[in-house]
């Protein structure tokens, strides 16, 4: 975990709000990523940013919006989310090769009432 | 298309004794395969990678792992566990050049005193 940070690190929220989790590596990488880990389920992969540019998104709901404004900075913006939105969210990142170690955040809890 | 399994839910073990968390997998083209650890409400850990050379690879906190090309395993192994081992652990899966791993589902530890 050590190099990644998120913010904030648990987060309850209506269906109506808006918010957004923030992470930030200071490693020096250039891939960074979001994972949503539900209980009972499989990390699942939601986006990709390699060089700031987006690389994958795997057929997210648009309710969860994703920036990438550099290299060293990634957000998750979120609004009108349902409660089977609640999971632990999780941030990586890496150098952007194959064959590279992901570096994790500590995660962001998040409860959606 | 790639896939990583691990069987077993969960792994019970005595302290002391020695434990096995399975992997297998299904790629064409090389693998590099990986081991992370999840403490409760923690992101993922790197433990240790395969790329080339030595089946045999030793990471952190005492954990190996083989590397069996014709069995397509990448089994996790400790000789003696301990409490503090409890945790989740993930088998990973990058290949085809591409940076992005492929997980499994997860497999809880639990070390019993």
């Known amino acids: 975990e050590t190099g990644v940070t998120q913010t904030p690190r648990h987060l309850v929220m209506g269906m109506t709000n808006k918010k957004s989790l923030k992470c930030e590596q200071h490693?020096?990488?250039?891939?960074m990523y979001w994972y949503k880990q539900s209980a009972k389920k499989p990390l699942e992969l939601m986006f990709v940013y390699n060089f700031k540019e987006q690389t994958e998104n795997n057929s997210v709901p648009s309710r969860f919006s994703p920036e990438c404004p550099n290299s060293s900075h990634l957000f998750l913006h979120l609004h009108t989310l349902q409660p089977e939105d609640s999971a632990l969210y999780l941030c990586a990142s890496s150098p952007g090769t194959s064959g590279d170690t992901q570096y994790f955040g500590p995660g962001t809890r998040l409860t959606v009432l | 298309a790639q896939s990583v399994a691990q069987p077993e839910d969960q792994v019970n073990v005595a302290e002391g004794n020695p434990l096995t968390v399975k992997c297998t997998y299904s790629?064409?083209?090389?693998?590099?395969l990986f081991w992370y650890v999840q403490y409760p409400n923690r992101g993922l850990q790197f433990l240790l990678k395969?790329?080339?050379?030595?089946?045999l690879v030793k990471g952190s906190y005492g954990f190996e792992a083989e590397f069996n090309k014709s069995q397509t395993s990448f089994h996790l192994k400790k000789p003696s566990a301990l409490v503090s081992d409890s945790a989740l652990y993930f088998c990973?899966?990058?290949?085809?050049?591409?940076?992005?791993?492929?997980f499994g589902r997860g497999t809880s530890l639990i070390v019993h005193p």
């Open positions: 490693l020096g990488h250039n891939a």
């Open positions: 990973a899966l990058q290949s085809g050049g591409s940076y992005i791993p492929t």
């Open positions: 790629v064409s083209g090389n693998p590099y």
């Open positions: 395969y790329i080339t050379g030595d089946n």
